[in-house]
């Protein structure tokens, strides 16, 4: 069973393009979370995601964030006219259903450098 | 909304040795489940240990053990006979189900 698979692992973008990022939850996974990290920080939560809905997005800043869990695919998350800012690591996770003994199961991360 | 707190952010320990990551938290909640997550350099997320918050006893994986004490919210991390592997970012975290908490992590260096 493959785990979490996060693409691309790198991703450079010049101030003012889209970022794509990709998340195939674990097979039989029908949640999705999606956490950045910036440096020497910790991960910090942006949205949960169940197929076709979003539950949770209080972590998602207002403007420029957007992500979908379609019915057929995998999970995107994306960032319109990217800046500096967004430079950092965005990790997805994934669990067969809420609440599953609280465990997430973590791809390796997409490295967003924002040139 | 939950808190969690690492205070060391750079620890080291003799390969063989024993050595506690400390972590403290704090939440509302009575239904919550507590977290060990490694990060080594290839930044992959990887669970170590978990604790259910409504369990007493402590949680233990191989060489991984905690010290859970619910009423000081205390949940320390001890790494027995510790191995170059371990070398990485530990990273405390809480969940009551929608999303994990995290703390700012700790460093540990294991010296040959």
């Known amino acids: 069973n493959a785990g979490v698979m996060q693409n691309p692992r790198h991703l450079v973008r010049r101030r003012g393009q889209e970022a794509r990022l990709r998340c195939s939850p674990m097979?039989?996974?029908?949640?999705v979370y999606w956490y950045r990290q910036l440096p020497e920080e910790g991960l910090k939560f942006m949205v949960y995601?169940?197929?076709?809905?979003?539950?949770?997005e209080s972590g998602m800043p207002k403007e420029r964030f957007s992500a979908e869990f379609p019915k057929e695919g995998p999970s995107i998350l994306r960032i319109q006219q990217v800046v500096r800012g967004d430079s950092a690591a965005y990790f997805c996770?994934?669990?067969?259903?809420?609440?599953?003994?609280?465990?997430?199961?973590f791809g390796a991360g997409t490295r967003l450098s924002v040139l | 909304a939950q808190t969690v707190t690492q205070s060391q952010p750079e620890m080291s320990v003799q390969e063989a040795e024993t050595v506690t990551l400390s972590c403290t938290y704090d939440?509302?909640?009575?239904?919550?489940?507590l977290f060990w997550y490694k990060q080594p350099p290839s930044r992959q997320m990887i669970l170590v240990i978990r604790?259910?918050?409504?369990?007493?006893q402590n949680a233990t994986e191989n060489r991984f053990s905690v010290n859970f004490q619910k009423a000081a919210k205390s949940f320390s991390l001890k790494i027995s006979d510790s191995q170059l592997g371990d070398t990485a970012m530990y990273f405390c975290?809480?969940?009551?189900?929608?999303?994990?908490?995290f703390g700012t992590g700790t460093s540990l260096t294991v010296i040959p």
């Open positions: 604790q259910e918050a409504y369990k007493q």
């Open positions: 995601l169940q197929k076709e809905n979003i539950i949770d």
């Open positions: 939440t509302s909640e009575n239904n919550y489940y």
């Open positions: 975290a809480s969940t009551t189900g929608n999303q994990f908490y």
């Open positions: 097979k039989g996974h029908s949640h």
């Open positions: 996770a994934s669990s067969p259903q809420w609440l599953d003994g609280g465990i997430q199961y």
